[in-house]
């Protein structure tokens, strides 16, 4: 210790060590007393631990849908496995379809502002001035034994009473009967599912998702996930294996999660022969349904039935779509351990450009996100076009994006290549990395978004993609009303959860991969977490320490400030000193006369900004050091040398200012007098000791000219006009006008 205080009192011999004047608010502490400590069902590394368990929930499930009356009827038998540590007395299953009940209507109302001049689909969702069916009818809920259940339903949760404890380890089985009316989802905000009505020839097309009663999540970080829905936040749901009988008219065309069990009862000979061959091919899809064959569907109301069955295995949840509406185009897709379909359905107002363009972005999206992750594990991935919706299921996605008339902006057809993209890149997250929606929307939409943005400019160069120049107006937006990302669901306002939830998550992940920790030990670590999660439910916590644990970098100060603050980021180049070290053969005339010019003094004002480098550098006198600077040190360093090496060099003292609040690495970009660039990159770390200003000295043999912050725009700065030295004057709004007058 006495060796320790000596070091201590010597370095109060060298010069004052910059102040901080503001309050320290612990940028660079670590977040462990915001996040859920580890333990040995989630370890400290952020992987699942020794006892980490999840329940299991198998479904046989028998349904029709009935076309004549918009309904959905069936029955079910879940066979639902307690893993847990805990003995369990009751269940809870969710009943979405409950959301728009006429006794729950305060439920997913986003804006409830009446105004002149409203229309009236907007009167439609403050009022429902016309009324309809909504939720759940449930018929009966019996034990494996016939015997029945005591249920309590409440708004979109149902408890089911066990007649028997279900004990650690053990199984239990239940049936359940149940309907409802299908919504029209031209009536709904946020409409997930429902039926699109085509008046044009009469017909509908169907989806059914959220549509069978189905087991809550029990996990080991909250016990029962039995949240109410409330549209927004989604959903939590338990892995299993799932046989379904769906069953439709006659010429429906059925597209499903799962793989189909009886196409040689559901399809015709020539349309399974056209199925093999889309299977061996790789190059373009193979239509399995026609234009002929669907418009000739579409021309009769079928009396008849016609039973589809699909298996699903390990998946989190089931959906389909149902139309006698759908064209059906198929392509194989070669991943290095698996063979997927990539199909799309889409009624004939979606050509030319869904046959053109959908499957060919299903197999781009399978391709990007199995190298970022894993292969892509199911037999299948389906896009179904409808209107104004994007929306994901296991192996099957919803997507708007139609054209009118067949013709199709260029805007439009980026915006719905994405939609595709992103609606099957969530079949990593959260259908396989299967994170708690209802409770952190971010973790799905986030890193999904961050990948589907990494396809875009991988596979489609010449689309829009999300940069961190995109958060900007976000960030820069009001305090008061702006939340950190790490807000529940159900919490976030209606017109900031894109931003919020989707977009900045995915410019932090960009920064992290692109500027802070790297691409290679990026990658590596993302994957990591995807697999150490695949068929998990993972918290924010584990990959946060995932992302940690897998690249050797402390980020407890990126995850404080990017996702628990609503803090911007806002550097600030506020001055620039030039230096030159006095050499004994200089002009002591020319010492004398720079040793006036002070040009980045401490307090400068705007004529010294603008001057910048012009007034030449500050001539300084380097002393020989003393020996009581080396304590008990016998060497010594050699002056003449050091002063050697500073011959002729220049000398820059940079200060930055932490203006916006989040702390972040710092690009600087030299521009020399020759015209010729060079930059230095500064880790986050250097603000450590002080939050709100740094200092750092640079020696270039060049010449500077122009100083430059951030030059390519990697960390989302809210103003680039303090970014420079010297200051560059922005033109003023009347000076801009002035000068158009004058044709300038």
Known sequence: MRHLLSAFLLLLCLPSIQAQNEPWKGKFEPIDNMIAPPNTYRTASGAPGKDYWQQCANYHIKVLLNEKNNTISGEETITYFNNSPDDLSYLWLQLEQNVNKKGNEDFGTFNNNVKDSISARQMQFLTRAIDFPAGYSIKMVKDASGNNLKTMVNNTMMKVKLNTILKSGESTGFSIAWSYPITD?????????????????????????????????????????????????????????????????????????GTLQNSEEVLTKAQRSRLETARKTFDKPIMIITKEEAQANEKTKAIKQKTWKFNAMNVRDFAFASSRKFLWDAQAVKLPTNTVMGMSFYPKEGLPVWQEESTKAVT???????????????????????????????????????????????????????????????????????SDERKWMWMDEGLNTFLHQRTLAERYPDFNSTTPKSIVPFMNGDKNILRPIMTTSDSELLNQFGANFYMKPTVGLQMLRNSIIGKELFDEAFKEYANRWKYKHPNPSDLFRTLEDATATDLDWFYRGWFFTTDHVDMELSNVKWFKVFEENSNIEDKNKNKKVKIAATEKNDDEQANGFSNGPEVITMTNTPDTAYGEFLSRLDDKEVRKQLSGKNIYEVTIKNVGGLVMPVTIEWVFTDGTTETDRLPAEIWRTNEYEVKKTFIKAKEVSKVNLDPNFEFADTDVNNNSFPKVENQSEFDAFKNKKKGK
């Not at 994007?390 to 805007?411: H, L, T, V, W």
């Open 185 to 257: 989802r031209s009536m709904y905000l946020l409409s997930r599912e429902g039926y699109e009505y085509f008046p044009e020839d009469g017909n509908t097309v169907y989806l059914i998702a959220h549509w069978f009663p189905r087991m809550a999540v029990y996990n080991d970080t909250e016990g029962w996930q039995n949240q109410q829905f409330q549209k927004l936040g989604e959903f939590a749901l338990e892995f299993g294996d799932y046989h379904v009988e769906i069953t439709v008219p006659d010429n429906h065309i059925v597209a499903s999660t």
């Open 364 to 434: 781009q999206a399978l391709e990007v996100y199995s190298e970022a992750t894993f292969d892509y594990p199911y037999p299948v991935a389906i896009s179904v076009n409808t209107s104004n919706i994007g929306m994901e299921f296991p192996m099957i996605s919803f997507n708007g994006g139609r054209p009118k008339n067949g013709k199709i902006s260029d805007a439009a057809k980026q915006d719905m290549i994405g939609t595709i993209i992103h609606e099957v890149g969530h079949n990593w997250f959260p259908m396989i990395v299967s």
